[in-house]
């Protein structure tokens, strides 16, 4: 399949473009200004992000953003959170946000994950149950007080060697 994009690891100088991409892709749900003024800092990419998780991104021929995903492992080492995926929405529905989650089942083999957690935006529980995700429960926002947010895990196989 002929892609128009590439996929490599986020960089410090991708900081603010990335902060960009996250806003844009949340309020192409209808989020209205005050909705994202409330988002505004739980969406600011940081640099410790960028340095301390498994972030890639994906950008069109010309370097724009198309699209971001984020992988945090949990001390247990067992665990990764899904803390950051957002596509720009005129590259939504044209395989990006497909090709960031094989980037992400990967590099979660790689480190011998056994499942990843995510806190899903409402509007993205549908995507992220096509990508193998299940509802498991609902947890609070950490942007909006009152509101709840679908918390979905996905197990992952791993293989395990029999004695």
Not at 124 to 129: L, S, T
Not at 135 to 149: A, D, E, F, H, W
């Amino acid at each position: 399949m002929m892609t128009d994009y590439s996929i490599r690891r986020a960089k410090a100088e991708d900081r603010d473009a990335l902060t960009d991409l996250c806003l844009r892709s949340k309020q192409s749900n209808g989020y209205d200004d005050d909705f994202m003024a409330q988002c505004t800092e739980e969406l600011t990419v940081r640099d410790s992000w960028i340095t301390g998780t498994e972030f890639w991104l994906a950008e069109d021929i010309t370097g724009k953003l198309a699209g971001c995903i984020r992988l945090s492992v949990e001390e247990d080492g067992a665990s990764g959170e899904l803390e950051t995926c957002f596509i720009d929405p005129s590259w939504q529905g044209k395989g990006v946000g497909r090709a960031l989650f094989d980037k992400l089942y990967a590099q979660a083999n790689s480190l011998k994950l056994e499942r990843i957690g995510l806190d899903a935006d409402p509007f993205a529980e549908p995507f992220y149950a096509r990508m193998g995700f299940r509802t498991v429960g609902r947890t609070p926002s950490g942007s909006i007080p009152g509101r709840t947010l679908p918390r979905m895990e996905l197990e992952l196989q791993t293989r395990r060697i029999s004695a």
